[in-house]
């Protein structure tokens, strides 16, 4: 079979939609109910457009990916079928379980939603695949992508998406110290293990204006240096930051748009911001031409910069409302899709950067 970056989209996309689905994770019991009953009931009486466009674009890249790597692995395989029951399987698993979540509830209509998403999905795949855009696409990444680029791909993929959970700052991922903190203590409560978590000397502070600055700047750039470690060309690397500005602005805008309203798509472009931004592009240019290991080591010392930098400094009160937004509001499915991304995507990286490092063969030097 053909290797491809699109088995592990699938596998880590599959694994938010069950994290989304069965997201509180709390009181689970038996209700005494067949699990069978909500497929024969009637359809849900009251449904909103959110609803539905929700359930069919959550499970619609899932479609995709899994159809795209069936066909690039697989091609013999029938693969639109084999990922519609893939999905379709999936989400019933999921709405059956919900059965044993009390805030959750099961429905036929989001089932029924789901599979049609997956089969949009793995339709679009198979077009693609049909009048020959992936054999362009494989021609195309041969041209411009190093042979080992499938892990940075995913990662770069996945970083527009990171971005729509909000963040502390913009294009400050991995903030997540504070949080799991919290967390652990609501979850040691009137246990004895609760006196044995460390108690700070020093209560966390915001970000500083220039902290913030260097935050925001190091954020746009990470992927911009991981994307120059694997391109081929010069010219193809300008592109590139092209395209990764943009991305990070229209995803950090989509999300202030999505929490706050359309009109509010632009309120986080501070002058901090700006200058962070302004930075950020000044500083891409000559780190285009650095050599592949080169632009790695720098990415790792600045993605642990920039999560030193987060993980020592509180989230504003401001920030922890938007949160509440996002995770007690009408974006609970997004919520499990995006927030795990938000916090892990620059831990992953930095995982990913410390293995290429590693395994980095010597170079052989001339007598």
């Known amino acids: ?3 491809t970056a699109a ?8 694994a938010l939609i069950i994290y989304a689905s069965l997201y509180p994770f ?35 890249p899932l479609g995709f990916v899994v159809a795209l790597a ?6 013999q395989w029938p693969a639109v079928i084999l ?8 989400a019933l698993a999921m709405e059956s379980l919900q059965l044993f979540l009390p805030a959750r509830v099961p429905s036929n209509l989001d089932w029924c939603l789901n ?14 695949e049909r009048f020959g855009f992936l054999d362009r696409w494989s021609r195309f990444r041969a041209n411009w992508f190093l042979p080992n680029a499938k892990g940075s791909l995913v990662l770069l993929a996945l970083w527009p998406v990171a971005l729509l959970f909000p963040a502390p700052v913009p294009m400050g991922l991995g903030q997540v110290l504070e949080r799991s903190e919290e967390a652990l203590a609501l979850w040691l409560q009137e246990t004895p293990w609760l006196d044995w978590l460390p108690v700070r000397e020093v209560e966390l502070q915001p970000l500083l204006p220039f902290y913030e600055i260097l935050c925001v700047s190091l954020g746009q750039l990470l992927p911009c240096l991981l994307a120059f470690s694997l391109v081929r060309h010069g010219h193809q690397k300008v592109v590139s930051w092209f395209f990764l500005t943009g991305f990070g602005l229209l995803s950090t805008a989509l999300s202030a ?28 240019w000559p780190l285009m031409w650095l050599k592949e290991k080169t632009l790695q080591v720098l990415a790792l010392v600045g993605l642990v910069l920039q999560l030193t930098l987060l993980n020592n400094a509180s989230a504003n009160a401001y920030f922890s409302l938007t949160l509440q937004n996002w995770e007690q509001g009408q974006f609970i499915r997004f919520h499990g899709l995006i927030q795990w991304l938000g916090w892990l995507w620059p831990f992953v990286l930095l995982v990913y950067l410390m293995r290429r490092l590693s395994s ?3 170079t052989k030097m001339n007598s």
């Open 83 to 90: 990922t519609l029951a893939m999905g379709s399987l999936l």
């Open 7 to 14: 088995w592990p989209l699938a596998g880590i996309y599959a």
């Open 70 to 75: 069936l066909q690039r692995s697989a091609p």
């Open 26 to 60: 709390e009181s689970w019991r038996s209700q005494g109910v067949d699990w069978t009953a909500f497929l024969w009931a009637p359809w849900p009486r009251y449904w909103t457009s959110f609803d539905v466009l929700s359930n069919v674009l959550g499970y619609a």
């Open 360 to 362: 980095a063969r010597p």
């Open 115 to 128: 599979s049609l998403g997956t089969l949009m999905g793995a339709g679009a795949a198979w077009i693609l």
């Open 1 to 3: 079979m053909n290797k």
């Open 257 to 284: 748009a999505l929490t706050y309203g359309p009109a509010h798509a632009w309120s986080w472009m501070s002058p901090q911001v700006q200058v962070a931004l302004v930075l950020a592009a000044v500083a891409a």
